[in-house]
């Protein structure tokens, strides 16, 4: 079982940056699809951005689309969300998760029910 830890969140104006890390355990990390996610109070977890196994394939939520960036290093066992151009709306706690019931998968999901595995979560707040 993979596990995942994040990182790097924190308080920041609108229109700033901040670089989402998710670091894992074990070694099969590399053979999954990771997702990023995030759930905002009182409203339900909403898919972010996903990368496959290779980093050769990536998809968005159209709301994010263009201002956040998802990409990993196997050799690190790390993926990584660099966020910019923030808005208040992006306020949430975001997870990584990692689709662990498909090996070597090429196509980026972005169901939460395709990722069995989930991080505890870290706050972005995004001030105006």
């Known amino acids: 079982q993979v596990q995942l830890v994040e990182s790097g969140g924190g308080l920041v104006q609108a229109g700033g940056s901040l670089r989402l890390s998710c670091a894992a355990s074990g070694r099969t990390f590399s053979r999954y699809t990771v997702g990023w996610f995030r759930q905002a109070p009182g409203k339900e977890r909403e898919f972010v951005a996903s990368i496959i196994w290779s980093g050769g394939s990536t998809y968005y939520a159209n709301s994010v689309k263009g201002r956040f960036t998802i990409s990993r290093n196997n050799a690190k066992n790390t993926v990584w969300l660099q966020m910019n151009s923030l808005k208040p709306e992006d306020t949430a706690v975001y997870y990584c998760?990692?689709?662990?019931?498909?090996?070597?998968?090429?196509?980026?999901?972005?169901?939460?029910?395709?990722?069995?595995?989930w991080g505890q979560g870290t706050q972005v707040t995004v001030s105006s």
């Open positions: 998760a990692a689709d662990q019931s498909k090996e070597y998968s090429n196509y980026a999901t972005y169901h939460d029910t395709d990722f069995g595995s």
